[in-house]
């Protein structure tokens, strides 16, 4: 009879039927306080209907469990009447909100009506075992944290594997430090600090730091807007699915087109409505998944722009429109080896350029060498190559460049902020002297790997390494960091499971406050004047974080106006990625030479 009803029960979408049997203001704490009540929505008979909780937003700090529909004028509870109408028991819940007590209470009062849910939803006819929670705005973020934090559910004698599924809806608060760090609009960022006061509040609060494997943490569903990457929604969903997903926990995201934050709850519930039927599906799918119905309803319906967490393209690599030709490879370029840039006379200290025999103003590559911030050299441009060459070099002196390739101090005996500077000191060498090498030195462009990476997007964000060497970042056409994985690194300290490599990045990286300075995404800004941007990462291994980190680099500065391109690169590696840059037909080269032109194109 339970698999019968549930298949009935994801059939077609009727149109709106009866109104659900509604049970009001059922107090679920035993406390007489109004704000730890729920209102229960169940279909007019049959038993062992599975239970959808919902969590209103409302900045933690105002809402309430009868306006399912905030954001239309629509005044019908269209949200109940599509789950029951599907054959679920639907529950809107109320909790305590701020300043009254904090998110880690109201976190709990979720729990608490949980329980209440499990205790009593055969009384309702609901199944105590079948149980979907979503929430949207802060609900997600409570949504999320009690789906993943399993001390909450602990403290009610509940385990986390009580959950069928979870489904936050266009939550920015998986990862609060992010949000909080970047938050231009100073109201909302004192807002913010009010609920997540502190750094050590800000991870017990976010659901992207509770994320390990075997805790029985539910699939998720998460949807957030796509038209909006300046709400940051977008970004802390990809954030939370790719930890997900690494943890080996089943994860959707489904980009919702054509809507805002307040649209997209509205219209839950609407018959025809994109995010509704992705909805619809995945609880379908994770019931059928449970054994609980052979399920009628298909796959999701791909929304326009809907992608795989790690595995699809954020960008289409830059068009061949102005890609400058390909020739074939013409004879060595002059080299010139070991210049010092520094009077400091350390073999980390000096560059080498390689230039066209002939011409001049020329435009012109750094390029800055990777190494774990500890080791390798400017010679060693195609590292990973299984045939040693100077194809980079080579490549970019047929397209007309000047590419210079630099050494700079490594650990331990200097920190990434020096080493930084150097690459500034070198970026004026250049300016001062390139002339003489057939060079423009008012067209440069930075490129690096891995580390390298890392410097080059730091010191083209943040200005005070250039301007410490009397220059202007003006001077700078475009930066192009190849599979980094710093941009942000207090995430990456944050999440990376393997011992051995966050204690590796602590020692670049040894505090809050160090993290915070070297970090390329914390120096974009709104009104900030800053190169353009090519940001190439693997495609294919997204448990490297340089998939993550590149997407929230990019996020940053796109929401700041500066153009930025995701290029993801399929069947690279870290190291072959790197390798094969010059080769003729190389796709991330032919991108790379692509942007380039373009940069040439816009600056004349």
């Known amino acids: ?216 943490i539910p699939p998720f569903l998460l949807l957030h807007v796509a038209d909006h990457p300046e709400t940051g929604t977008l970004l802390q969903s990809q954030i939370f699915a790719q930890v997900l997903r690494e943890a080996g926990v089943p994860v959707e995201v489904f980009p919702c087109a054509g809507k805002d934050h307040h649209t997209l709850n509205a219209d839950l519930g609407l018959a025809g409505d994109p995010p509704t039927q992705a909805v619809y599906a995945f609880l379908d799918e994770r019931l059928r998944a449970s054994g609980l119905t052979s399920g009628q309803a298909g796959p999701a319906p791909a929304a326009a722009g809907a992608t795989a967490v790690g595995a699809a393209a954020v960008e289409a690599p830059a068009a061949a429109a102005g890609r400058m030709p390909t020739p074939a490879f013409a004879a060595d370029p002059p080299v010139h080896r070991d210049l010092a840039y520094s009077r400091s006379g350390d073999e980390h200290q000096k560059l080498d350029v390689y230039a066209p025999a002939s011409g ?137 499971p393997r011992v051995a490599e966050v204690n590796a990045y602590l020692l670049q990286f040894p505090d809050a406050v160090t993290q915070k300075s070297l970090s390329s995404v914390l120096h974009v800004f709104k009104g900030k004047h800053l190169p353009p941007f090519l940001i190439l990462h693997i495609a294919d291994n997204p448990a490297t974080h340089t998939l993550m980190q590149s997407r929230i680099l990019a996020e940053s500065l796109r929401e700041a106006g500066i153009p930025a391109t995701l290029v993801p690169c399929p069947g690279k590696d870290h190291d072959t990625l790197n390798a094969g840059i010059g080769l003729p037909g190389d796709g991330p080269t032919d991108a790379i030479f692509a942007f380039l032109a373009a940069q040439l194109g816009k600056t004349g």
């Open 360 to 496: 001049s103003h020329h435009p012109v590559v750094v390029w800055i060498h990777g190494g774990g911030w500890k080791y390798g050299d400017k010679a060693d441009l195609q590292k990973g190559a299984s045939e040693p060459s100077e194809r980079k070099p080579r490549a970019f002196v047929d397209k007309g460049f000047v590419l210079v390739s630099i050494n700079y101090r490594l650990l331990p005996s200097v920190t990434v902020a020096q080493m930084a500077g150097d690459v500034a000191r070198a970026i004026r060498w250049v300016h001062d002297n390139i002339a003489g090498y057939g060079g423009d030195p008012d067209t440069i462009f930075v490129m690096g790997h891995s580390a390298g990476a890392q410097l080059s997007a730091l010191v083209c964000t943040d200005r005070s390494y250039l301007d410490g060497e009397g220059l202007s970042l003006d001077i700078v056409k475009g930066c192009v960091p190849v599979d980094g994985d710093s941009y942000y690194p207090e995430l990456q300290i944050d999440i990376d």
């Open 1 to 216: 009879m339970k698999i019968l009803l549930i298949a009935i029960a994801f059939s077609a979408t009727p149109a709106f039927a009866a109104d659900p049997v509604v049970h009001r203001d059922l107090d679920y704490a035993r406390s007489g306080n109004a704000q730890q009540t729920l209102d229960l929505y169940a279909p007019a008979g049959g038993k062992n209907h599975p239970v959808v909780v919902w969590i209103h937003g409302g900045e933690w700090a105002h809402g309430d469990k009868s306006d399912l529909q905030a954001g239309t004028r629509d005044v019908i509870n269209r949200k109940p009447h599509g789950f029951v109408e599907k054959g679920c028991v639907f529950v809107a819940i109320n909790y305590r909100l701020f300043p009254s007590v904090t998110v880690r209470q109201m976190a709990g009062d979720v729990a608490k009506a949980i329980r209440w849910v499990h205790e009593h939803a055969v009384e309702y006819g609901g199944d105590p075992d079948s149980i979907f929670v979503m929430g949207h705005s802060a609900g997600s973020q409570l949504s999320a944290l009690v789906c993943t934090d399993s001390s909450y559910l602990g403290d009610e004698g509940l385990s986390l594997r009580l959950i069928k599924g979870c489904v936050p809806v266009d939550g920015d608060m998986y990862y609060p430090p992010l949000r909080i760090e970047t938050e231009e609009n100073v109201h909302e960022a004192a807002s913010d600090r009010l609920k997540f006061p502190d750094e050590a509040s800000q991870k017990e609060f976010s659901s992207v730091m509770h994320v390990a494997p075997g805790k029985g």
